[in-house]
């Protein structure tokens, strides 16, 4: 049976794991707030349900605790930072604030941040930056496991390599796209392996190349020892839009590329090229601020498909479902509660 917790609550609690993995009390109630707030958002993929990964992380050497973002090179408003295998959320946020700061001096900043441990959700720092009126864009590799193929391709070559496009609308809630190039997160479907479930067909291939709907093949080894694969969103398109994520987030950072067998580490390891944008500095502002609200209500104004709710901004999702898990708390299905609970024993944490 699942478990429902109010956030608060869970938050304690999966802090409670982090600290016993090393962390210090700042750095677990920040990574354990991510991680809930993820929740909240309805991305379970990149919820608690990560903790016994990171615990495991942490126990084989990959991922750092109590890591700070190093600046490799300080260029006013290009920055090169490594994230020295640091928990993401909070290498991330550091790399983020630097930014900002410098987009606030310069109109803009561009920063390349390699070897960050698991970023979580990028839409987390794109929220970052809209909040500050900044538009916010970001390409991101993933070095974990080649789960996904390319377009025509039989077996997984590159992560899920997320994108995320923030734009400030003034005196309106912000535009945050944030999208894994996979069809779908890898991480919706150890939720749907865990909870016993089949998912759409178009979205993986066995061990063999072959179409499958079994989340399996891409959560526990297959019957030869491999694995399956996910197949990228959108063709030929969002396939490229992968190799750009592996080509910048990886490539250009320093971060590196993945190019290799799949291996049994733990770590999720992020390479991340984020483009920080001030409209005011660039002049446009006000064109902006009044060009942007036309066109999202021109949008709003499309009739809605035949049995759709209609058009939706993206970012609108998310902060529904922040509304009704806040109210109506967070349930973890009993697999994943079960996982988190013997991560929290492997550290000697009860929960
Ligand atoms: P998803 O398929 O749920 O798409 C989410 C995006 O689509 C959001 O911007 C949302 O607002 C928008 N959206 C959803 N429904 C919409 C609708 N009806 N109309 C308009 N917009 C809509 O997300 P995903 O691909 O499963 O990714 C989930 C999360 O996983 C993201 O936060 C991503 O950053 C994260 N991720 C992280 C990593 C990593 O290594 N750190 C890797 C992959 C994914």
Request: include cysteine; glycine fraction near 14%; charged fraction near 20%.
């Amino acid at each position: 049976m699942a478990i429902t917790l109010q956030a608060s609550d869970l938050q304690a609690r999966v802090a409670t794991i982090l600290r016993a993995a090393g962390s210090s009390d700042g750095e677990a109630a920040k990574v354990a707030a991510n991680l809930v707030l993820a929740n909240l958002s309805g991305h379970d993929s990149h919820g608690v349900g990560m903790v016994p990964r990171y615990v495991d992380a942490v126990l084989e050497g990959g991922l750092k605790p109590n890591t700070a973002v190093k600046v490799t090179l300080d260029a006013g408003a290009l920055l090169a930072l490594d994230g020295c295998r640091g928990y993401g959320q909070v290498v991330g946020e550091q790399a983020m604030q630097l930014a900002m700061d410098r987009a606030g001096q310069s109109g803009s900043c561009i920063f390349a941040l390699a070897q960050a441990h698991h970023l979580g959700r990028i839409g987390h720092f794109a929220e970052m930056a809209v909040a500050r009126g900044l538009v916010s864009i970001h390409f991101v590799n993933v070095l974990s496991r080649p789960v996904v193929a390319a377009w025509q391709g039989g077996d997984g070559r590159f992560g899920t390599n997320p994108c995320c496009i923030g734009v400030p609308l003034r005196g309106r809630e912000p535009f945050v796209l944030d999208f894994a190039t996979s069809r779908v997160a890898q991480g919706k479907m150890r939720v749907a392996h865990n909870q016993g479930k089949q998912v759409e067909p178009g979205t993986l291939i066995d061990e063999d190349g072959r179409p499958t709907t079994d989340p399996g093949v891409v959560v526990v080894p297959q019957a030869k020892g491999g694995y399956g694969a996910l197949m990228p969103f959108g063709e030929h398109k969002g396939s490229g839009l992968a190799i750009a994520c592996e080509l910048l987030g990886g490539a250009l950072t320093g971060g590196g590329t993945w190019h290799r067998k799949a291996d049994n580490s733990r770590a999720v390891l992020n390479g991340m090229l984020t483009i920080l944008i001030d409209p005011q500095r660039l002049g446009t502002a006000d064109s902006f601020g009044q060009e942007a609200l036309a066109f999202v209500d021109w949008l709003r104004q499309s009739p809605p498909s035949p049995g759709t709710p209609g058009v939706r901004l993206a970012g609108e999702p998310e902060r529904a479902a922040r509304a009704q898990r806040g109210r109506e708390g967070i349930a973890v299905d009993e697999a994943t509660w079960a996982e988190i609970v013997a991560a929290g024993a492997k550290v000697g944490a009860a929960v």
